[in-house]
């Protein structure tokens, strides 16, 4: 009896030595991401499976409203303070490269070659000479969203393939009241939403030009090329009346109120649209140009390496990138959140590709790409006042296009000198 006691304190002793021993290897790595449900959900189930396979690590992750994120992560980092990943918006990686925030992935872990031979195109955006600073685990690109209800009241049987039909179907979608005003639009219009990016990226590249150069440092859509553009995206409203810039003051609100027959926007919008009673809906892709040109814009969060990443810390921390830009991870972010895979391993399967709602968006990645913005909100402020200068001072495409390249090619300098 006296054995086998002392047989078990042994035992208990070596167990708890064990634990300790465990605990003290143990990294704990902080990740932090803006508050959304559903992107809360869906990291919770990739730290539990990342977990999982690598029993030495654990994750805790914070997240903070979308309001203060930036400001939060600013501060954090700089003190030794903070998150050893962070997630960010793909259009703020100059800003964290410059502030020292986060450090390149490493290339023998992150091949370039190998990242540009997984991943969408746009992806590459995230590279800066010879590196790859941050990689996402889902993107968005753009789609037609149209009203079901509306189309069958107007006798319209398909959704528009080109944007000469988009603008045919548009019409019979219009009503207006007896003064003429409009009650409800064929297509909703706005730069403030996503308009600004399907004229960069789309409507300019389908009319033959190209956006920018010198990897977008340089506006170059004050061409012919951009005028054609902007005259077809004004013309939706000044020529053809099928809608109004300002209509119920933001185009998301005008669909969702059943009160606009179509509407352009990003995969982000499917949740919200699922929860307004009443509406039904269907998407397409964008409407080819008028040689049959596809494009697309695409945007995306990122998940990067932090400069107070150090030691192990930094090891863990280069794994749980591994684990987060896996296959897996993409089809787990895209049951939860709903954004597209940012592999075309995942996305293009038959399943994902030729998905009733997520389809047209997934398949719209294979010809998209990525603004490089400098500074998003001045840079669609360009886009904002271009239209209303057509609009409400009833200036030329020529002239409007022509100053908002110079405003917009100020914001550049000003970043890039």
Do not use: C
């Amino acid at each position: 009896m006296k054995y086998r006691l002392k047989s078990l304190a042994i035992a208990g002793l070596t167990s708890v030595a064990t634990l300790l021993s465990s605990a003290v290897q143990a990294v704990e790595i902080e990740y932090w991401q803006y508050f959304f449900d559903a992107r809360v959900e869906a990291m919770e189930q990739l730290i539990e499976g990342f977990e999982a396979e690598n029993p030495d690590i654990t994750v805790k992750m914070t997240h903070f409203p979308y309001a203060d994120y930036r400001t939060k992560v600013a501060a954090a980092i700089p003190a030794g303070e903070g998150p050893d990943v962070v997630q960010l918006f793909y259009g703020w990686l100059n800003d964290y490269v410059e502030a020292e925030l986060i450090q390149p992935l490493p290339a023998d872990v992150f091949p370039p070659a190998k990242i540009e031979e997984d991943f969408f195109p746009m992806v590459g955006a995230m590279r800066e000479g010879d590196n790859y600073w941050a990689l996402p685990t889902a993107v968005r690109s753009l789609a037609l969203f149209y009203n079901t209800r509306l189309f069958d009241e107007a006798g319209v049987d398909a959704p528009p393939t080109n944007l000469d039909e988009l603008v045919e179907v548009a019409k019979k979608l219009t009503k207006v009241d007896g003064a003429g005003n409009l009650t409800q639009v064929g297509i909703t219009a706005g730069m403030t939403a996503q308009d600004h990016h399907w004229f960069r990226e789309v409507l300019v590249r389908q009319m033959g030009g190209d956006p920018y150069t010198d990897d977008y440092r340089t506006v170059n859509y004050n061409d012919e090329a951009g005028q054609k553009a902007l005259d077809f995206y004004v013309g939706l409203a000044k020529q053809h009346k099928v809608t109004a810039f300002g209509f119920m003051d933001e185009p998301q609100a005008a669909f969702k109120a059943g009160r606009a027959g179509m509407h352009i926007d990003g995969s982000f919008r499917i949740g919200s649209l699922n929860g307004v009673r009443g509406l039904k809906w269907g998407v397409t892709e964008l409407p080819a140009g008028p040689d049959g040109t596809r494009s697309n814009y695409s945007s995306y969060w990122v998940n990067a390496i932090t400069t107070k990443a150090e030691g192990e810390r930094y090891d863990a921390a280069v794994k749980f990138m591994q684990y987060v830009t896996s296959d897996e991870a993409m089809q787990i972010w895209l049951d939860v959140v709903g954004e597209l895979p940012a592999k075309p391993s995942v996305g293009m399967t038959d399943a994902n590709a030729n998905n009733e709602v997520f389809g047209p968006f997934i398949r719209g990645l294979a010809y998209a790409n990525t603004t490089k913005f400098a500074n998003e909100s001045a840079q669609r402020q360009a886009m904002v006042d271009m239209v209303s200068r057509m609009d409400i001072e009833g200036q030329s495409a020529a002239d409007s296009i022509a100053a908002a390249a110079a405003e917009e090619q100020k914001v550049l300098d000003d970043y890039y000198k």
